[in-house]
């Protein structure tokens, strides 16, 4: 079940750390957002170091569907009647800009980057479309409005954004990484105010940058209640009809489309993480009924970290922690939202003003209708008698008999048969008892 991009690309090798060394920055986490932020890091001049317990883009990065856009969802009507127009413009000025970013740091990597137009559609709900079009007008920006998408299935209409992306990401990192100041199979097991501890090496350093997807650090910012995790899933198809541009459903259970070359990328079985979903058994109902001929190349899984009002959390790690900078929360898009985050996070590195900056502010309200939803799932997963229980927080974890494996619907953690970690905020393995 590894995705085409791990089939298809060859990432650099690093040698772990071993000794005590000394660094300005140091970025704990080797997924997208951990690299950009070390190649900027390293372009500014700045004294960085990179960890990473595994090798790098071994995380959520190899999962991703690949699109590069600032379309997130319906989200722009959302913050404009919550946020407010000028939070909504600062949300929409960042993405676009990650995306140019994208555009111009792509001009000499071989990655099969593509130009194309992204779609957000609705089977059901063409009001919801254009409040999205309306919203997007009245902070600048004029989409494109597709009376009938492109797609073999029924829609009422879909919202679109010109000059947005798709490409190959690992051959990206791949060449990103390139003489970057990383080491791998450099696990972190204690965290202090200024030193890391792994098993061979010790790290003194004055400010630090979590990159890890799902924050590690339990006892500051309350990130265990302000977010859940999401799994999708996703098949790639060859011998079915070409998607000439991006598609993804403005319901978080419908389908995503995309092509990478001759194969199509249908997304979608969505659903909480140690909750049932439909998976790949829905995606390929919808495989077989409206492409009948078309033959499953490839298969994988990916995970989401969700907020409660569905914007980032790019910022100070808290109030109380000065020189530690996080980047999360990235609710389904990951492209665009790491870019994002490595500038903001590179400007306050380098004690620069970024006018975007307050609407990821991580410390905003957390007083949202899903903290209460969160709240909820936890304490009924901690109630809950099990003697198979996740070291995070001590949930019940949940057998998921799609992907063999036993998961934690409060924060998402993941372990194999074995109870080695796949997905954090479990910071090791599980000793409980097997299946």
């Known amino acids: 079940m590894n995705s085409i991009w791990t089939e298809t690309a060859k990432m650099p090798k690093f040698k772990p750390l071993e000794g005590e060394v000394h660094t300005d920055v140091l970025i704990i986490g080797g997924g997208i957002t951990g690299l950009l932020c070390a190649h900027f890091l390293e372009k500014s001049g700045v004294e960085y170091l990179l960890v990473e317990g595994r090798t790098i883009c071994s995380g959520i990065t190899k999962n991703t569907t690949a699109k590069i856009t600032a379309q997130h969802g319906l989200i722009y009507s959302d913050l404009l009647k919550n946020a407010g127009p000028e939070r909504a413009r600062m949300y929409l000025e960042a993405n676009l800009k990650a995306v140019e970013n994208y555009y111009e740091l792509c001009q000499n990597i071989d990655c099969d980057f593509e130009e194309r137009t992204n779609y957000v559609y609705s089977t059901v709900d063409r009001h919801k479309l254009e409040q999205e079009t309306d919203a997007l007008e009245k902070i600048g920006y004029s ?46 097991t ?44 996703v098949i790639a198809l060859e011998n079915a009809a070409s998607i000439t541009e991006m598609y993804v459903d403005e319901d978080k259970k419908g389908l995503s489309f995309r092509n990478y070359g001759e194969l199509l990328l249908m997304g979608g079985g969505a659903h909480r993480t140690g909750k049932r979903g439909g998976d790949w058994q829905e995606l390929r109902e919808y495989a077989a ?66 006018p975007h900056s307050e609407v990821f502010c991580p410390s905003r309200s957390i007083w949202k209708p899903q ?16 003697t198979r229980r996740c070291p995070h927080l001590g949930c019940a974890l949940k057998w998921n008999e799609a992907e063999h494996s036993w998961d934690c619907s409060c924060h998402g953690s993941r372990f194999d048969v074995q109870g080695g970690l796949i997905d954090n905020p479990a910071n090791g393995d599980w000793k409980g008892p097997k299946k």
């Open 143 to 188: 989409p494109l409005f597709q009376e009938k998408a492109n797609l073999p299935i029924a829609t009422v209409g879909a919202v679109g954004f010109t000059r947005q992306a798709q490409f190959h990401p690992l051959k990206f990192l791949a060449a990103i990484a390139q003489g970057l100041k990383i080491h791998e199979h450099t696990f972190v």
């Open 190 to 233: 204690k965290l202090s105010e200024d030193t890391a501890v792994t098993e061979n090496a010790r790290i003194t350093f004055q400010r630090v940058i979590f990159a890890t997807h799902f924050p590690i650090d339990n006892k500051h910012g309350l990130y265990f209640l302000k977010m859940y995790q999401h799994r999708s899933y």
């Open 289 to 354: 009924k409206y492409y009948p001929q078309a033959k499953e190349r490839y298969c994988w899984a990916t995970q989401d970290c969700i907020p409660l009002d569905n914007v980032p959390y790019i910022g100070l790690y808290a109030k109380s922690m000065p020189q530690c900078f996080v980047a999360t929360g990235y609710h389904k898009w990951g492209m665009s939202t790491a870019m994002t985050a490595a500038m903001l996070l590179t400007d306050r590195i380098l004690g620069r003003d970024n």
């Open 371 to 386: 903290l209460l939803i969160n709240c909820a799932e936890s304490a009924v997963n901690l109630l809950t008698p099990t």
